[in-house]
């Protein structure tokens, strides 16, 4: 009786032990994490400092932001594009066409997103292994630059990033309630900016769930995958043709989804350029690359490193989420541009920033020194690099943008104003820049038809825009034309009736 009393105690005391134990660990994830916080308040301030906010919008951001702009035209929203982005930036985009406006506001929530992503793994990984996985990925250039943009890569990165440490949680405990909803925002968030990125993304988290223990974490993430999906397929059915005929769409726009290796065009879109089709040319300069090949061995190293401190899954499954989202982009699409591995990169920093940690846990003595200082010095090379290109991309671009205002300037001058339309040779963000409709009669943007651009004309400032060199279309052969900068624009405005 004493003996089976003792033991009962002896239970007690370690059951509340443990619990007590989860109780503190829960405690401390629930606070702010200064490191954490600190590489989020970095990146934000980088974005601020070195992308620029009055940088201009790009031809994608032009579309996105115009379907909730309220001083200019919805422009075409083909197939593959979901409304993420653009009820990210409805907040400032409705009522304010200042870009500065908008970019600091995407600086800041990109910034806040960051943090929770990187919060969410508090438990599984130490804050030093987290702080300098946040500062890998926040550093890369083509992170930095399109964290204030309104494109949806770096969202689907970092809800990506998010989705695995709270599946990996809600696993580990399935009572986890905010493990559940963080997997199901999560999850809508990746299918709310892309939905087939999604599909992609969350192959290995949907495989890891089917076994019968972990039914719970699985229902979150469809769920959440399923809420975010819902107004792109019922899109398909109002405005596509219905979802089998959209998903063709967006498979020909992409110019067909099929075995291609792009490996190369990805290495070759590394030295800053945003869209790599077709995509020809020399390579960067092997130092531009040479941290694209690091990449993988020191995530190996680290998935080396975390299978001897018997942390296998919390390495394993983000690595299988980073192959797998990489894959379409690497190896089924004819062209590349760097944000479409966002999500790869942002996966794979964990276990590379365990790997550049592991010389702390050798011995002291030459070896450590001689490892803390390669790795130290391979980090200030690699950021030196980044920095370079991304502020030779930041002035390429700035000088892009400034050349679509100039001939936005142009049209008001020669009096094509609101109401107007324009055609031709990048006619999508001249338009926008310009405050008009835009339309094409051919390509993967095509709203339009020849007879419809010529009725228009009658009654509305109607432009298009021609490379230089080339012929007008036949319904502009007969209307004004000026030269710009390496084209040229033929416009009609007509009188205004008695």
């Known amino acids: 009786m004493a003996g089976s009393a003792h033991a009962t105690r002896e239970t007690a005391r370690r059951v509340g032990l443990r619990r007590g134990r989860t109780g503190i660990r829960r405690t401390r994830s629930a606070r702010l994490a200064p490191p954490l916080a600190a590489v989020a308040a970095a990146f934000t301030l980088a974005q601020l400092l070195l992308v620029r906010p009055g940088m201009g919008l790009g031809w994608d951001e ?26 990210l930036v409805a907040p400032v985009a409705t009522w304010s066409s200042s870009t500065v406006l908008l970019r600091i506001h995407l600086a800041l929530l990109s910034g806040l997103a960051l943090y929770l992503a990187l919060r969410a793994w508090r438990g599984l990984f130490p804050d030093r292994v987290l702080a300098l996985a946040g500062a890998l990925f926040a550093s890369l250039w083509v992170t930095l630059f399109y964290g204030p943009q309104a494109m949806p890569n770096y969202w689907v990165a970092v809800g990506a990033l998010a989705a695995v440490a709270c599946f990996l949680r809600a696993r580990r405990d399935h009572r986890d309630r905010a493990a559940l909803w963080g997997l199901a925002a999560s999850g809508a968030l990746l299918a709310w900016m892309r939905p087939m990125d999604a599909v992609w993304v969350t192959l290995p988290l949907l495989a890891a769930g089917l076994p019968r223990g972990h039914r719970r974490p699985l229902a979150a993430l469809l769920a959440g995958l399923a809420a975010g999906a819902l107004e792109w397929v019922v899109e398909a059915y109002v405005g596509y043709g219905g979802l089998l005929r959209r998903l063709a769409d967006a498979s ?6 099929g075995l291609r290796v792009a490996v190369v065009d990805q290495l070759r879109s590394l030295g800053g350029r945003a869209l790599c089709r077709p995509c020809t040319g020399p390579l960067p300069h092997p130092l531009v690359t040479a941290w694209w090949f690091v ?50 990169y942002a996966l794979l920093a964990i276990p590379v920033a365990e790997a550049l940690l592991g010389p702390r846990t050798m011995r002291p003595g030459a070896r450590r020194t001689v ?13 030196a690099v980044q920095l ?30 609101a109401p107007c339309l324009l055609t031709g ?23 339009s038809t020849a007879a419809a651009i010529a009725r228009t004309a009658r009654g509305t400032p109607v432009a298009a825009l021609v490379p230089a060199g080339s012929r007008p279309p036949g319904y502009a052969r007969t209307w004004t034309s000026v030269p710009l900068a390496g084209e040229r624009l033929y416009y009609v405005v007509p009188k205004p009736g008695p």
């Open 62 to 87: 032009t579309v996105y932001v115009s379907q909730v702009a309220g001083h200019a035209p919805a422009a075409y929203f083909s197939a593959p594009r979901a409304r993420g982005v653009s009820l």
């Open 252 to 257: 020909a726009i992409q110019g067909g989804l």
């Open 295 to 344: 990449l993988p061995l020191a995530a190996g190293l680290g998935l080396a490193i975390a299978v001897r401190a018997r942390r296998t899954a919390p390495t394993l499954l983000p690595l299988a989420c980073a192959v797998t989202a990489a894959f379409p982009y690497l190896f089924l699409i004819g062209y590349a541009a760097p944000r479409f591995l966002l999500p790869a």
């Open 371 to 383: 490892a803390v200082t390669l790795v130290a010095l391979g980090l200030a090379a690699h950021l």
């Open 388 to 417: 370079a290109v991304l502020t030779a991309v930041v002035r390429r671009t700035t000088a892009d943008h400034r050349e679509w205002s100039r001939t936005a300037s142009t049209l008001h001058r020669l009096g094509v104003r």
């Open 425 to 447: 040779h990048e006619a999508i963000p001249v338009a926008y820049y310009a405050g008009c409709s835009s339309a094409a009669t051919s390509g993967h943007n095509a709203n």
